[in-house]
């Protein structure tokens, strides 16, 4: 999870979030090696007093700072276009977990498996555990297995709210009246937090998100002991 000396991206969990990741130091790149250009042509025309008529006006010029900024819109285009289609596809998803956001909570249904639904509140700070994490932790977290391909549907009971878990790159808006979709797998096992990303009213910062990710033996022990209980 992000920390206070973590600058960069959390973490991936996902293949979808090292893709994004790696669109993210491409990208960067692209944008120090034109910042730097940028700034040392700024620089030689501050400091130079003698400078060539053909660096301000000339059609050789022109046709470079028109060609360059264009080559370099493909360079950044075609892995952002490459990285849309994956992140909207679906492909034959193993497990479905529906997603209910209200004021100000989530609920969770897994549609696989019969009438196992539950709330998700945010922890109150003094009945939080040893070792907890203020305004991230739940009562309930939502359990799903590793290395399974999963589809997460997501809806709102009355505001628009989105389901947001960064080290999945996953975000999707809960629209009432509207189901929207995506999918992920999980590559590794671990606790991964995430908040709502749209402002839906007074107590918007608390209605945290927390996804564990277990073995597949652990979440069908885990689903039996929701349906017993």
């Given amino acids: 999870m992000a920390t206070w000396a973590n600058l960069s991206l959390q973490d991936s969990a996902s293949p979808l979030m090292e893709q994004l990741t790696f669109f993210h130091d491409h990208a960067l790149l692209i944008l ?12 030689t025309l501050f400091f130079n007093t003698s400078i060539h008529r053909y660096l ?31 992140l909207d596809e679906v492909s034959s998803p193993s497990i479905t977990l529906k997603t209910i956001g209200h004021q100000w909570y989530w609920s969770y249904e897994y549609s696989d498996f019969n009438q196992l639904e539950f709330d998700s509140y945010m922890t109150p700070y003094h009945e939080m555990p040893d070792g907890g994490f203020r305004l991230l932790d739940v009562d309930n977290r939502a359990v799903l297995p590793m290395n399974t391909q999963i589809r997460i549907l997501v809806t709102a009971a009355d505001v628009l709210h989105s389901w947001t878990v960064p080290a999945l790159g996953v975000k999707v808006d809960g629209t009432p009246g509207r189901l929207n979709q995506t999918s992920f797998l999980l590559n590794r096992p671990g606790v991964y937090y995430g908040q709502c990303s749209e402002i ?9 998100i927390v996804l564990e990710s277990v073995p597949t033996n652990t979440f069908i022990n885990w689903v039996a002991s929701m349906n017993q209980a």
């Fill in 32 to 43: 120090i090696m034109t910042t730097t250009l940028v700034s040392y042509l700024m620089a």
């Fill in 56 to 86: 301000l006006d000339g059609q050789t010029i022109e046709v470079i700072w028109t060609i360059l900024p264009a080559i370099t819109l493909i360079f950044i285009a075609l892995p952002s276009l490459r990285l849309l289609y994956l």
């Fill in 200 to 208: 839906c009213g007074a107590n918007h910062s608390f209605m945290p």
